[in-house]
């Protein structure tokens, strides 16, 4: 590490406003990557990157900070390959490829930057590193730690990683943090090409397919047939057809109205469906609440499915 003041300072603690001059990381392959950090006023504390390949051969005292880290090979004149902001955005100043992917793998193996997370971009281009040298795991770990996506994702996600969002970093430019929302444009785009037709919206509106089932054995196609609008149902109006009688029947007269709004084609959500239902203004429905009814009225037909295929399930058993 080399500072401001002549002698190196060994143990690796730079008082605070001493100007840091580099930052010298350690590689098994091309020798020694540096970090060239200068003091500034506001910003990230100075790079720390750990891990397995990439060695931090001292660690700096709080309160001195960093405008950019700049990878570099001190063995061919310092010539720079790899620069990254504080704000997230990297540009590469070589076009060796070998080299510069000698750095975005010692990239995979870090943990922070100037103390504190790495940029989206910078993990973004760790899990694409990673996907390319067949580790699976880390990539998945990317789409549940910093995208905070399920795991039905990971396909979708690992698919758009490999894309073309990084394109302009790897071909001698720069890669700023507006990247990652073209990656996640991409990833959603995937997302939904990949969903079954029937998960699908068109304008904002789901599509069901005929035998999804409600609860109780309660499909699309009996709530289509029924006929009955929510202020219908809503004013005592019940269905002939016993067995969706026998499911309504458990539910309250506002409930069964947002029931039934929601089985609207155009009703993306049961808050949605309880709105349609207030905007009625009726006495019944002056003191609810859209959110907490939709929600009620959700659990309530979640319970009344599961109790609907437990007494299949024993009726079944009854007549093996």
């Known amino acids: 590490m080399r500072t401001d003041s002549k002698p190196p ?15 010298n990381f350690l590689s098994e392959k091309l ?11 506001s910003g990230p504390q100075l790079p720390e990157l750990s891990g397995e390949g990439t060695v931090l051969n001292a660690k700096l005292s709080p309160g001195i900070t960093v405008e950019s880290v700049i990878f570099q090979e001190p063995i061919l004149d310092n010539r720079p390959i790899l620069t990254i902001t504080a704000d997230g955005t990297l540009t590469s100043h070589v076009a060796d490829l070998e080299q510069r992917a000698e750095v975005l793998n010692a990239l995979t193996s870090a943990r ?17 590193q990673a996907l390319q040298a067949g580790a699976i795991d880390q990539a998945n770990t990317f789409v549940s730690d910093e995208l905070g996506l399920w795991s039905g994702w ?20 720069s890669l700023s943090s507006s990247a990652l929302e073209y990656l996640q444009a991409e990833a959603k785009e995937i997302h939904r090409q990949l969903a079954p037709i029937w998960q699908r919206k068109i304008n904002r509106a789901r599509l069901w397919s005929l035998d999804h089932v409600f609860g109780d054995g309660l499909t699309t196609y ?18 002939d057809n016993p067995r969706i009688l026998a499911v309504l029947a458990q539910l309250t007269p506002v409930e069964r109205a947002v029931a039934m709004a929601w089985a609207n084609a155009r009703v ?25 009814l939709g929600e009620r009225v959700r659990r309530k037909l979640k319970r009344l499915g599961a109790l609907h295929a437990t007494r299949s399930a024993a009726r079944k058993r009854g007549q093996a």
Not at 31 to 41: L, T
Not at 223 to 238: C, K, N, R
């Open 31 to 41: 020798g020694q990557f540096s970090a060239r950090v200068s003091s500034s006023p």
């Open 268 to 292: 993306t959500n049961w808050t949605e469906a309880a709105t349609i239902v207030a905007d009625l203004d009726t006495p019944l429905v002056a003191d609810h609440d859209p959110t907490a």
């Open 112 to 128: 922070t930057l100037g103390g504190r997370a790495l940029p989206g971009t910078v993990k973004a281009l760790a899990a694409r």
């Open 154 to 173: 990971r396909e979708p996600v690992t698919t758009a990683l490999m894309g073309p969002w990084a394109a302009p970093l790897l071909s001698g430019g």
């Open 222 to 239: 009996d709530v289509v047939a029924i006929g009955l609008d929510p202020y219908e149902v809503l004013t005592g109006s019940l269905p």
């Open 9 to 23: 300072q060994g143990s690796g603690l730079v008082a605070p406003g001493q100007v840091v001059r580099q930052v």
